[in-house]
Nanobody, 115 residues
Framework: QVQLVESGGGLVQPGGSLKLSCTVSGSITFESSYMAWYRQAPGAQRELVAH???????AYVDSVKGRFTIFRDNIKNTIYLQMNSLKPDDTAVYYC????????WGQGTQVTVSS
């Protein structure tokens, strides 16, 4: 069974940075996977934040463009989300998933941006 494990969240001041990691284990051809980061703020629906395909092409929701970068390491079966210039509105639980496969969600990692 495929498992998603997110890590790297924490409490950071506005303007700070964090780097999230998502490692995928189990029966999956990771290098072909269309991977994404999502987030869910309190009382809100889960939203797609960024995605990266097997050709390393990236896309971002408008609210994070220029601040967040998604990248992948196919050797480690891991995707990352480098988050810079963080804002309070970025506070949420962050999750990863395979856009095409719709895998079982992991536990997520909490990001809190607050002074």
């Amino acid at each position: 069974q495929v498992q998603l494990v997110e890590s790297g969240g924490g409490l950071v001041q506005p303007g700070g940075s964090l780097k999230l990691s998502c490692t995928v284990s189990g029966s999956i051809t990771f290098e072909s996977s269309y991977m994404a980061w999502y987030r869910q703020a309190p009382g809100a629906q889960r939203e797609l934040v960024a995605h990266i395909n097997k050709d390393y092409s990236q896309a971002y929701v408008d609210s994070v463009k220029g601040r967040f970068t998604i990248f992948r390491d196919n050797i480690k079966n891991t995707i990352y989300l480098q988050m810079n210039s963080l804002k309070p509105d970025d506070t949420a639980v962050y999750y990863c998933n395979d856009i095409d496969e719709g895998l079982n969600w992991g536990q997520g990692t909490q990001v809190t941006v607050s002074s």
